[in-house]
Each structure stands twice: as structure tokens, then as C-alpha cells.
């Protein structure tokens, strides 16, 4: 059973109780993310998620790491273009120890300006580790391709100039602007009992600053071309392509035709790049939406000399499925997605995520029945129209490793 309650602030609180289970998993969930930086401090928002782990409410970064795994628990994080959160994953009767270094972390962060300064080397790591790894850093090129010249065209985790510009003022100024109660909820599901969780929000959460943050601008896709240069034998091609947001009423349509494009062994993609031609080892297809916008994307991985045929076998492959994709096509990834659904609700952590989305998304609990519901009213018709559609407008194209004379 789901339950939700909003406090006097604005926090929500939600629960899943689930039976069965002697875990629990409860989270933090912040509507904000690399998008609502500004752009000399491009970085900020993941910065700040990883200096909440260096100390807080009096316990250092290491007393932090101990409290959770002296009582066998984990506690993580993640930032993302338009999100951050907050995770604490615990036996049932450690569900207030969780909730109070999560309290701690983001209302009474320590904030030292000398492990800043070591924290910034950390994630200027990351950043160079990303780099290093073509598969991964040609998304943020991809991203960056459409969406030119603004926030959510940005990379979550910065760039050197900016990582460096970052201050101690500067994390306690997004703390208080960003970490408002109306854009947050704390998410409980497992073994959770909803009226202490509300007493624990209460007792723990009472100070935070009623109110939401500002909206960022929004974002419009634009497209356009990013090239990057790489030693080896492999290039690596990534295609995008302006898709429906998250409410947009297409936003599931298009989402199949993703999926029957290149969301898994059966896919077009994937049958015919990989298995039919071997032209690819990594091909696939995927739907990001955000609040304002979507990106329909499509990566390969390919041997240089075979990347030209590998690029124009994909471009006729994914023009052709908007006209033909087929009801057999259709009704194979809807069963892969109701699935995929069910499957990752069958953990605590799968359904705290998943009522924090749907809170973020509807601001209402939404049973998973509804999601499936909406899947299984997508005609093939719709099916066909969604990948049209994306497919008319203007395209991104990130590339790395192409030969020099035919990247464009």
C-alpha cells in the first residue's frame, strides 16, 4: 500500500509498504539537478552531493560511513540533469538512523574548505575517467549537440574551469536556495510503517525552508554536430533526435518505438547491425525525457573501417521502422516494458524510486497498474507517428574515432 502526507513545510512523505521483506530503503529525492546551475559553476550539483559525504551534523565523512555499516546498511547518492538524491538502505529497525544522517547531510553539512579543495581532485578524476571512456563521454557530447548553449546541454559532472570556480559559499548558497521542502520528498518503501516515517520527517525535517526553487529556463532542441578525436580502432557514432517530455501524451509511444528500434536482442539495431552484417558489437536505442524535452538516441560502437557503413546502415534501418514497425513489434516491447516495470519493483529500492519519480512527475502516488495501463492503450499506429515525428525534426550527432575526412 502507498501512502503519502505532506507536511506543514511542503515535504512530502511517502511509503510502500511491502510485505514479505525485512529491509527498507528510504531516500531524499530533489527535484533539482546540473540544470539549474549557473553556468560558471557548472559542476555544483554533483559537487555538493559528494561534499555531504565528507562530514555532517557533527560526524565526520568517515563517522558517516561507519554509523550506516556498523548496522549493515548503505548509504548513496546520485545527481542528474534534473534530479539528486538521497539513499539510505537498511534493516527495517534502522529506518531512523538512515533517515537522520540523510537529515544531517543535507540540513547540517560541515562544508570544509580544505577537503573541498581534495574533493574537487576527486571528481576532476571522474571527470578525466570519463573522458578516457569513449561509450561514456559521447553522451554528454551528444547531449551537448542538442541541446547547444544551454543548462541541460551541460555535463552533470563540469568541467575543469568551472569545478575549480566552485567555493565553499557556493555550496551552502545552493543548499539554501535548491533544498526547499516543496521540492523535496522523503521516500520510504519494505518494511516501513507510514506513521513513524511522518514522526521521523517531522522530527528531522522541520527546519527546512518551505517554498520551491526557482524553474530553469526552458530547454529547446537544436541539434548540430560534435566531433572528437580518439587513439584505437573503434568509433563510436551517437544520433539524437528532439523527443516528447515526460507528460507529453506521445512520451509512451515514442518510447516503443525506441525500444523497437534498439531496446534489445530483437530489435532492428540489433538484428541487423550486429547479427546480420557484424558490423557492430554495442548498438542500441533509448528515450531521455525531461520535464521540458526529450532526446531519442541511438549509439554504436564499430570497427573504423566499417564505421561509414555501420553510420548508413543505422540511418536506413531507423527511417524505415517509422513506416513499418509492426503490431508483433509493438506488443513484444510492451511486454518488455511492463516487465521491466514490475521486475525492478520487486526491490525496496526499485519502489522508493519509483514513487519519488511518479511524485516528481504527477505529484500524486500513481499505482503501477496506471503506467501499465497508458502502455497498453499505444496503438501501432501511434507507434509509427511518434518515430515520424521525432525522426522530421532536427538531429544531433556526436562522433569519436571517425575517419577525419568523413566525421561530419
Do not use: C
Not at 50 to 64: I, N, P, Q, T, Y
Not at 119 to 138: H, M, N, Y
Not at 271 to 297: K, M
Not at 372 to 387: C, F, P, Y
Request: aromatic share 6%; hydrophobic share 45%.
Amino acid at each position: 500500500m502507498m501512502q503519502l502526507t505532506t507536511l506543514a513545510n511542503g515535504l512530502k512523505v511517502a511509503s510502500r509498504e511491502m510485505p514479505g521483506v525485512e529491509t527498507a530503503a528510504v531516500g531524499l529525492y530533489a527535484d533539482t539537478g546540473s540544470r539549474d546551475e549557473p553556468g560558471r559553476l557548472n559542476g555544483l550539483a554533483h559537487l555538493f552531493e559528494h561534499m555531504v559525504f565528507k562530514g555532517a551534523g557533527g560526524r565526520s565523512g568517515r563517522d558517516l560511513n561507519e554509523a550506516i555499516e556498523d548496522v549493515g546498511g548503505d548509504l548513496n547518492a546520485a545527481t542528474d540533469r534534473d534530479s539528486t538524491s538521497f539513499m539510505a538502505s537498511v534493516m527495517a529497525e534502522h529506518v531512523p538512523l538512515g533517515v537522520e544522517l540523510i537529515a544531517d547531510m543535507i540540513l547540517r553539512p560541515h562544508f570544509d574548505g580544505k577537503e573541498l579543495e581534495r574533493e574537487k581532485d576527486v571528481v576532476l578524476q571522474e571527470l578525466g575517467e570519463a573522458r578516457d571512456t569513449p561509450s561514456d563521454i559521447i553522451f554528454d557530447d551528444l547531449q551537448t549537440a542538442a541541446f547547444p548553449d544551454q543548462p541541460l546541454g551541460r555535463s552533470v559532472l563540469g568541467e575543469e574551469a568551472s569545478i575549480a570556480a566552485i567555493g565553499v559559499d557556493d555550496l551552502h548558497h545552493w543548499r539554501e536556495t535548491h533544498y526547499r521542502a516543496g521540492g523535496l520528498a522523503l521516500v520510504a518503501a519494505g518494511k516501513v510503517d507510514h506513521g513513524a516515517l511522518v514522526a521521523l520527517a517531522q522530527r528531522h525535517f522541520e527546519d527546512l525552508p518551505s517554498g520551491t526553487a526557482e524553474a530553469p529556463a526552458p530547454a529547446t532542441f537544436a541539434g548540430g554536430d560534435r566531433v572528437g578525436r580518439a587513439a584505437g580502432d573503434q568509433a563510436h557514432l551517437a544520433l539524437g533526435f528532439a523527443g516528447p517530455a515526460q507528460l507529453d501524451e506521445d512520451y509512451y509511444a515514442a518510447r516503443l518505438f525506441a525500444d523497437a528500434v534498439g531496446g534489445g536482442a530483437s530489435s532492428r539495431l540489433f538484428q541487423q547491425l550486429r547479427e546480420e552484417r557484424g558490423l557492430a558489437y554495442s548498438i542500441y536505442a533509448s528515450l531521455a525525457s525531461y520535464r521540458d524535452a526529450g532526446l531519442f538516441s541511438i549509439y554504436a560502437a564499430t570497427a573504423r573501417r566499417q564505421s561509414v557503413a555501420a553510420a548508413r546502415l543505422i540511418e536506413e534501418i531507423v527511417a524505415d521502422a517509422a513506416g513499418t514497425v509492426s503490431e508483433r513489434e509493438v506488443n513484444r516491447v510492451r511486454t518488455q516494458a511492463k516487465a521491466g516495470l514490475l521486475m525492478s519493483l520487486e526491490t525496496s529500492w526499485g519502489q522508493a524510486s519509483y514513487v519519488a519519480r511518479m511524485l516528481s512527475l504527477y505529484g500524486r502516488l500513481v499505482e503501477p497498474s496506471e503506467v501499465i495501463a497508458e502502455l497498453d492503450a499505444v496503438t501501432t499506429d501511434q507507434v509509427r507517428s511518434a518515430g515520424t515525428r521525432m525522426l522530421a525534426g532536427p538531429r544531433a550527432r556526436a562522433t569519436i574515432g571517425f575517419p577525419a575526412a568523413r566525421a561530419a
